[in-house]
Each structure stands twice: as structure tokens, then as C-alpha cells.
């Protein structure tokens, strides 16, 4: 019977100081099995006994520069000259089963937020606009992933599909509620109420003052 709250780090170089191999650029890839930077050995998934409330996503952010290509602004390797961008043009994507959780408004999914609205890491450079509200609920028994897409890998590494260490990465939190926990997420679920560690410690006080 737990609640944990949990962070996991995504390095497109898997913190690597040679240059790695990037997927092509408009590919959305796992952050956990993807096949490139860090990864996991087997999907993110639920048991039947477990819950799982995706509560922050972030992705490398992108900004306008006017600077000359080979160094860096603000923090982001500036991409090729003419292009005015410093950074990969990076979005970040939460998918449940088979279904992605952002969609454009005909409900076609869609890349996901961008990185300038939703940065990774956060410093006095870049300042989060988007927050993930209301948090994503994985229900036991679901398959869930993180996907990242970039656009410019002039922004990334050297443009021929490498990248160093920290020029792009992902982050996600999130909270995994096990057993008896896992039943009070769902039941908190079935009564419209917000699955977090405050909500289920005060559902078990009203069980116990019953």
C-alpha cells in the first residue's frame, strides 16, 4: 500500500558526451522505449492494482534568435543561419493505450505541447505557461507513454542527426498509487473528485471515522 511520487529524466544522448544518433526529424519516439537516449526495458503500464496520475510533461524549448549558428542563446544551441530559431523545435505528446491526449480541434492528434510553452528545465530564461490541468489518469490494466517530436536538427546537435547531452531532453512526473490506494483513485474517480495524495489520505480518514 503506497503513494510514490515519481520524475523520470529523458536525454536525447543518454548524457553522452560523444554525439548520438537522433531519429529523423517529424519522428515521434518513446522516452521510455523508443530506442534512442535513455530508455526502460519494457513499457510504462498498470497493473491491476496500481494507478497512475500523469501530473507534469516538459520538453526542450525553442525560441526566436537572430544570432549567428554555432553557439548558443539563451541557453539553446542556435540552430542553422537564416533559420531564426535557437533550439529543436520540440513538442511533447501523453498517450494512453493507442490514443494521443492532445488533439487538434477537428480531433486529429497532434504533436503535442511545445516546448516553449511547457520547458524543460525551467530557469529564469524559460518560464512554463502551460500546466498539464486536469492532471492525466492511467486506469489499472492501461499501457501509457511519453512520445517527443522534433523539427529543427540544426537546434539538436550539429544538423546530421546527432545530438550532444542537454540540448534535448523531456521530463515527466507523476504519482503511482499501489493496492488499497489504487481502489481509493478509482473510487475518488467515480465520485468526481481529484486523485491526489491529500484527496486519498482524506478518503481513508472518512473510512475510519465512518
Known amino acids: 500500500m503506497s503513494m510514490r511520487s515519481q520524475v523520470y529524466e529523458w536525454d536525447a544522448a543518454n548524457y553522452s558526451a560523444a554525439a548520438t544518433a537522433l531519429p529523423a526529424s517529424g519522428r515521434s519516439v518513446s522516452i521510455f ?3 534512442f537516449g535513455n530508455n ?4 510504462a503500464e498498470t497493473t491491476a492494482t496500481e494507478f497512475v496520475v500523469i501530473e507534469d510533461i516538459a520538453v526542450t524549448p525553442s525560441t526566436s534568435s537572430a544570432a549567428a549558428a554555432g553557439g548558443s ?3 539553446l544551441l542556435i540552430a542553422a543561419a537564416g533559420t531564426g530559431v535557437a533550439g529543436p523545435r520540440a513538442y511533447v505528446q ?3 493505450n493507442t490514443t ?3 488533439l487538434d480541434p477537428d480531433n486529429v492528434p497532434n504533436d503535442g505541447i511545445p516546448g516553449t510553452g511547457s520547458p524543460y528545465p525551467r530557469s529564469v530564461d524559460f518560464q512554463p505557461s502551460f500546466n498539464l490541468y486536469p492532471d492525466v489518469y492511467v486506469l489499472p490494466g492501461q499501457v501509457w507513454d511519453i512520445l517527443v517530436t522534433y523539427y529543427l536538427a540544426s537546434g539538436v546537435g550539429n544538423g546530421a542527426g546527432t545530438a550532444t547531452s542537454g540540448n534535448y531532453r523531456c521530463f515527466t512526473k507523476y504519482t503511482l498509487y499501489d493496492g488499497p ?4 483513485a478509482n473510487k475518488l474517480l467515480e465520485m468526481g473528485i481529484s486523485i491526489n ?4 489520505d482524506w478518503y481513508k480518514r472518512s473510512l475510519l471515522s465512518a
Not at 526502460?40 to 513499457?43: D, F, L, N, S, V
Not at 490506494?181 to 481509493?184: P, S
Not at 495524495?197 to 486519498?200: R, T
Open 197 to 200: 495524495p491529500g484527496n486519498v
Open 40 to 43: 526502460i526495458t519494457k513499457p
Open 33 to 35: 522505449v523508443g530506442g
Open 94 to 96: 501523453v498517450r494512453i
Open 100 to 102: 494521443d491526449y492532445f
Open 181 to 184: 490506494d489504487a481502489l481509493i
Open 73 to 75: 542563446y539563451r541557453g
